[in-house]
Nanobody, 122 residues
Framework: QVQLVESGGGLVQPGGSLRLSCAAS????????MGWYRQAPGKQRELVAA?????????NYADSVKGRFTISFDNAKNTVYLQMNSLKPEDTAIYYC??????????????WGQGIQVTVSS
């Protein structure tokens, strides 16, 4: 069994900060990429940020969050973080953790967390 457990969401005022965490556990052989997606009501799920765990740790951000959000990965904990600063009401969404990884006795595949609510409102 593989699990992606998210934490750190909640309600914050505009201009505030939140830090999301996502810990991967289970029979993991190798993690290739991890990232955060979000889905607002009535909208499609979109990529927020991603980090390449192998090959140098490159990062990728949606234009709407560049300069405000920072993604990082802790190898020892198999945990990805999303530091969100200068939050705006339009950042309100359910945030989903994604991991592209190989699990023992299975092929490389995408795995998803259950989602965590982030609400930016005064």
């Amino acid at each position: 069994q593989v699990q992606l457990v998210e934490s750190g969401g909640g309600l914050v005022q505009p201009g505030g900060s939140l830090r999301l965490s996502c810990a991967a556990s289970g029979n993991i052989f190798s993690i290739y990429n991890m990232g955060w997606y979000r889905q607002a009501p009535g909208k499609q799920r979109e990529l927020v940020a991603a980090v390449t765990v192998t090959s140098g740790g490159g990062t990728n951000y949606a234009d709407s969050v560049k300069g405000r959000f920072t993604i990082s990965f802790d190898n020892a904990k198999n945990t990805v973080y999303l530091q969100m600063n200068s939050l705006k009401p339009e950042d309100t969404a359910i945030y989903y953790c994604n991991a592209n990884m190989m699990v023992f006795l299975r092929r490389r595949d995408d795995y998803w967390g259950q989602g965590i609510q982030v609400t930016v409102s005064s």
